[in-house]
C-alpha cells in the first residue's frame, strides 16, 4: 500500500531572499492504526508463537519499554531503533531553581536503526492531487501512472 500525499506552499526564510516553495506532506487516509491485535496475529503467523502468547508479548514489551525510560535510560532494539526519553521543564531565572518538581518527560523520541529505515523508504507514494506517484527504489526514483502497474518496466 502506497503513502499518501499533498503538496503544500511553504514560505522559505533561509536565505536572504523569501520564497514560497511547495513540499511534501501526508495525508492519512487510513480508517485506523494497525493495532496490537493484528501485529500479534502477524507476529504468530511468521514464528512459532500462539496469537494470544505474542499479544501477551507486546502488551509486557510496552510496560518493559516505559519501565527503563522512566529510569531515564535509552531502550535499543535490534532492528528497529533507540527509544528515549526527553525532559523540559518550567521556566526560571537561576539555575539552583530548576528543582526536580518543576521537571517533566516531554517526550519519548524515536530514531531507527539503519537497518528499519533502510525498510520504510522502500515504499510507493502517491499524490492525493496529481494521481500519481513515485516508487522509492534505493537510488533510483521511477515515475507511476494510476494506470500502470507494479511490474518493472521493460526495455
Avoid at 536565505?15 to 513540499?23: A, D, P, V
Wanted: hydrophobic share 30%; glycine share 4%; proline share 5%.
Amino acid at each position: 500500500m502506497p503513502i499518501n500525499y499533498v503538496v503544500r506552499k511553504k514560505v522559505d526564510k533561509s536565505s536572504n531572499q523569501t520564497k514560497e516553495l511547495y513540499y511534501a506532506t501526508t495525508k492519512a487516509l487510513q480508517k485506523r492504526p494497525v493495532d496490537s491485535v493484528q501485529i500479534a496475529d502477524e507476529l504468530a503467523e511468521r514464528s512459532s508463537l500462539q496469537n494470544g502468547d505474542a499479544l501477551s508479548a507486546l502488551t509486557q514489551l510496552s510496560d518493559i519499554i516505559a519501565s527503563h525510560l522512566r529510569e531515564g535510560r535509552t531502550v535499543s532494539i535490534k532492528g528497529l531503533g533507540n527509544f528515549y526519553p526527553t525532559v523540559s521543564s518550567q521556566g526560571v531565572e537561576k539555575p539552583e531553581d530548576c528543582t526536580a518538581n518543576k521537571v517533566w518527560i516531554s517526550r519519548i523520541c524515536f530514531k531507527s536503526s539503519p537497518s528499519f529505515l533502510k525498510k520504510v523508504k522502500a515504499t510507493h507514494f502517491v499524490s492525493m492531487q496529481l494521481g500519481y506517484g513515485w516508487s522509492a527504489q534505493p537510488n533510483k526514483k521511477k515515475k507511476k501512472n494510476n494506470n500502470e502497474s507494479d511490474a518493472p518496466e521493460s526495455e
